[in-house]
């Protein structure tokens, strides 16, 4: 399976700053990557839709000005959090999918923890 | 995307088989069910994904019923390591599709 790797594994940040999240396929030619963000003891919410060199899709209720998403390369989808809240303190996972037919597997990053003071 | 429904949580003891059930009564023809194991401050990490009948791999079994509108993971003889949260998951068949998580299932295992 793909190996995908984030950066950084945790960060901390004043609030109203911005935090850049990277995630980068390692093995693999990603065209899609995903963002997920995890509360604790919570499930994971989807965010947002990574494509390659166009605009990501972002899910209902996610603030696309607030949750920047670049995704120039097959290897690498950044989400920048801009002006960060303390709420913005979650855990956010990036994954990418084969798209092969038949097979929906994604494959996960290890998960970036963002706090906000 | 078809909801699913899966106990919040499990408790089991080491050695022993564990079933976790999921209900998705509105799957579509063309819908894969797909379990995902997420281990606590990890991304999830997938364990095996169905169509019908019986699928199994080195770590699980999955059963799926002729009508489709359940499914049930069997992990065999867990042991420890096995604690952590199973989502069960619908999925539309091939290309870039959305994965949509539900709540999960805690299982904790038992020494």
């Known amino acids: 399976g793909a190996v995908v790797s984030q950066h950084p594994s945790w960060v901390i940040c004043k609030s109203g700053t911005s935090v850049k999240i990277e995630c980068r396929s390692l093995d693999f030619q990603a065209t899609t990557m995903f963002w997920y963000r995890q509360f604790p003891k919570q499930s994971l919410m989807l965010m947002a839709t990574?494509?390659?060199?166009?605009?990501?899709?972002?899910e209902q209720g996610v603030e696309k000005d607030k949750f920047l998403i670049n995704h120039a390369s097959l290897a690498l989808s950044t989400l920048t959090v801009t002006g960060a809240h303390p709420e913005d303190s979650s855990f956010y996972i990036c994954?990418?999918?084969?798209?092969?037919?038949?097979?929906?597997?994604?494959?996960f990053g290890p998960g970036t923890r963002l706090t906000v003071l | 995307l078809a909801k699913t429904t899966q106990p919040i949580s499990m408790d089991s003891y080491e050695g022993q088989e564990v079933n976790i059930t999921c209900s998705h009564n509105n799957i579509a023809t063309n819908d894969y069910i797909t379990w995902y194991q997420q281990f606590p401050s990890q991304g999830p990490r997938f364990i095996i994904q169905?169509?019908?009948t019986k699928v199994t791999n080195e770590v699980a079994s999955l059963f799926i019923p002729a009508d489709r509108k359940s499914s049930t993971l069997s992990l065999p003889r867990v042991s420890l390591s096995d604690t952590a949260v199973y989502y069960c998951l619908v999925v539309l068949s091939g290309g870039y599709n959305k994965l949509i998580f539900g709540a999960g299932t805690r299982l904790a295992v038992h020494p």
């Open positions: 990574s494509n390659e060199g166009s605009k990501a899709t972002y």
């Open positions: 169905g169509y019908k």
């Open positions: 994954s990418v999918t084969s798209g092969t037919s038949g097979s929906n597997e994604q494959f």
